[in-house]
């Protein structure tokens, strides 16, 4: 399964080479890049944002996720790529509150040039990418299934993913379908 993002972008193909990225501006004064995490087994990426109700809804199941496997040496970044100008609940000062408010346990960091998701071809918010420690993908997708109702979730793909990964063994269900609002591309 191949999506093609609204920036003509494809999504990337399970297997591929993790496109480096470098200087994404986080909401503690940091930046960050996928070199930030060179130490660590896996590296889950969140293409998320502020303002829409999938992203809210995952939230509290990304942070849950982060609590537990950052120390089994699971790196976890949110990254925040909706055109903050059209939409300015996303901006830097709005994230910055957000992840204060939350409480997050991961870095949150801006891609506000979008060269990041599109290199992904992130298509929505939330968009998932696991990639394992040869920086390979190896996940792309959902949380779970039910973004309304945590617990009526019957498929954790998420989790599934990683725990294979932990225990060096394949993805059991590598892609699927992520659900989410679009990504709010600049014009």
């Known amino acids: 399964m191949v999506l093609i993002t ?23 004064g940091k930046t960050y890049g996928l070199d930030s995490f060179k130490d660590s087994k896996l590296v889950v990426l969140n293409f998320t944002c502020n303002h829409c109700p999938y992203a809210k809804a995952y939230e509290d199941r990304f942070t849950a996720l982060a609590e537990e496997f950052t120390s ?28 204060q408010e939350k409480g997050f346990p991961f870095p949150y960091v801006r891609d506000d040039s979008q060269e990041v ?24 997708g959902r949380i779970d299934d039910s973004w309304q109702e945590p617990d009526a979730a019957k498929a954790h793909d998420l989790r599934d993913a990683i725990e294979a990964l932990l225990a060096g063994g ?18």
């Open 72 to 99: 089994k040496g699971v790196a976890f970044l949110a990254v925040n790529v909706n055109d903050a100008e059209s939409y300015p609940e996303d901006d830097m000062e709005h994230m910055k509150k957000r992840a």
């Open 170 to 187: 394949p993805v059991p269900n590598p892609q699927t379908n992520p659900m989410g609002c679009s990504i709010k591309w600049k014009q």
């Open 117 to 140: 998701a599109k290199a992904y071809g992130a298509v929505c918010t939330p968009h998932l990418f696991v990639l394992d420690g040869d920086r390979k993908l190896a996940y792309e």
């Open 6 to 28: 609204q920036s003509g972008q494809e999504t990337l193909p399970i297997g591929s080479d993790a496109p480096d990225f470098k200087d994404l501006p986080g909401t503690d």
